[in-house]
């Protein structure tokens, strides 16, 4: 499938994960993609290098997304390498786990800061270049609406204030013909959250297919929005977890 050839995606937090998926993924579709990487410069550039290898065309940018500058730079720099942008992916981001009554407001400031403050930023600055009919595709997550354990209060307040800019925004780019929309992960197995970990059984216990996602099926879904089938698809929430938000 090449149906998004000529096409120019710019995913944050691109170097691992669900990031360097969809990275892939839009690439093998035939985009040409720019990730962000904050501190993992060898696992940007091996994203860049697979790419590459695979016949596609990638470029690493890093930017970390606490930084304003640092993101507005990034954009800027797409748009100035491939002379446009069509595809935005809001993919970086922070889990922070811990007590209520423990979290601090250093933790507090750096969610916001990664998980909401940055695809804001990112946001504005790309819809100066997004062209007619683009696509904005932020990665929320299934704790956005509703919260099975305790300890992850913060990492969901930031993830449910993702889906108010989410479909305020769609609002706002609709008359541009620009889609936005929010994909929301369950349980996918990357290193953050590995599906042999000390915690995967519980997590499997609470879906209706108890099965991890791969990180590739979250791309497929990223794609598939990104693409033509999509066109008409904004201000949704996208909810992929195996049936645990069911």
């Keep these: 499938m090449s149906d998004l050839n000529g096409k120019v995606a710019l995913v944050t937090g691109g170097s ?89 407001l250093d933790e507090l400031d750096d969610s916001l800061a990664i998980n909401l403050r940055a695809p804001f930023i990112a946001m504005q600055v790309a819809g100066k270049h997004l062209r007619e009919g683009g696509r904005i595709i932020n990665i929320g997550s299934n704790l956005a609406s509703r919260v099975p354990w ?44 590995p599906a042999g970990g000390d915690h995967s059984d519980m997590q499997r216990g609470a879906m209706a297919i108890p099965r991890y996602n791969e990180a590739s099926d979250v791309a497929g879904l990223v794609r598939w929005l990104a693409g033509p089938e999509g066109r008409s698809v904004t201000g949704a929430e996208l909810t992929i977890d195996g049936g645990s938000n069911a």
Aim: aromatic residues 6%; without cysteine; glycine residues 12%.
């Design 150 to 193: 305790p300890g992850i209060s913060l990492y969901a307040m930031t993830k449910s204030g993702l889906v108010g800019l989410t479909k305020g925004a769609a609002r706002d780019f609709g008359t541009r013909g620009i889609t936005v929309n929010v994909v929301h992960p369950g349980s996918t197995d990357t290193d953050m959250n």
């Design 16 to 104: 691992r994960g669900i990031g360097a998926a969809i990275a892939r993924r839009l690439a093998a579709d035939g985009a040409a993609v720019a990730i962000t990487y904050a501190s993992r410069e060898d696992d940007a550039f091996q994203v860049v290098s697979d790419i590459e290898a695979s016949g596609g065309n990638a470029i690493a940018i890093q930017a970390d997304s606490r930084n304003q500058q640092a993101i507005e730079r990034a954009v800027e720099s797409v748009v100035e390498s491939y002379s446009g942008l069509d595809i935005l992916v809001n993919n970086a981001g922070v889990f922070v786990v811990g007590d209520f009554m423990e979290f601090s």
